[in-house]
Each structure stands twice: as structure tokens, then as C-alpha cells.
Nanobody
Framework: VQLVESGGGLVQPGGSLRLSCVAS????????VDWFRQATGIRRDWVAR???????SYADNVKGRATISRDRAKNTVYLQMNSLKPEDTAVYFC?????????WGQGTQVTVSS
């Protein structure tokens, strides 16, 4: 199973980004997918979750600004981030897990700065 994140970049405060996590080597449908983020020198923090049944949940500090969604046909999970703040700057990782194990992507950098 391989996960590849993309969609990061430099964005101004108040802007938006859509991050993608594409899976290969497996059917993503059976996996719970989390997004995490890690600022430099800080622990990796959980951001959002999408379950195989489509349930979603969010960390308090992104609730109302983030939307996690799944496109089963594309084997992809997205994280839409709006109203971005400088404190959202981090490397964003997706993690997929099921009874078969858990897998991480390599991360995509998001920088929020004017």
C-alpha cells in the first residue's frame, strides 16, 4: 500500500488549499483515513478523520475550516482547508488503517504566510 499526498504550497492567511491523499496497491474503501500535521520540531497532531462509512471528525482547532472527503472512484481522500492561519503551517500527512495494518504517506508542506 502506498499513499501519496499532494496539494500543499504557500498560501496567504485567509486562503484555501485542498490536499489530496491517493492510495495505490489497495482499495481505499475499507480504510479509515486520518490527516495529521507536524510543525517543525513539534509532535504530529491529528487533524481529521474519514471512516469507511463516511463518518467525519475534526480537531477543535480546524473545526469549521476543514472538510475531509473521499472519492472512492479515485481512491483518494481530500482535506479542504479554508481560512488558513499562520499556525496551520506544517507538513500534512495522511494515514490509512484497517485490520490489515496502517500506512503513512510522505507528507506535503503547507506554509501560510504573507
Amino acid at each position: 500500500v502506498q499513499l501519496v499526498e499532494s496539494g500543499g504550497g504557500l498560501v496567504q492567511p485567509g486562503g484555501s488549499l485542498r490536499l489530496s491523499c491517493v492510495a495505490s496497491g489497495t482499495d481505499f474503501s475499507d480504510y479509515t483515513v486520518d490527516w495529521f500535521r507536524q510543525a517543525t520540531g513539534i509532535r504530529r497532531d491529528w487533524v481529521a478523520r474519514n471512516t469507511p462509512r463516511g463518518r467525519t471528525s475534526y480537531a477543535d482547532n480546524v473545526k469549521g475550516r476543514a472538510t475531509i472527503s473521499r472519492d472512492r472512484a479515485k481512491n483518494t481522500v481530500y482535506l479542504q482547508m479554508n481560512s488558513l492561519k499562520p499556525e496551520d503551517t506544517a507538513v500534512y500527512f495522511c494515514k490509512a488503517f484497517s485490520a490489515a495494518g496502517d500506512f503513512w504517506g510522505q507528507g506535503t508542506q503547507v506554509t501560510v504566510s504573507s
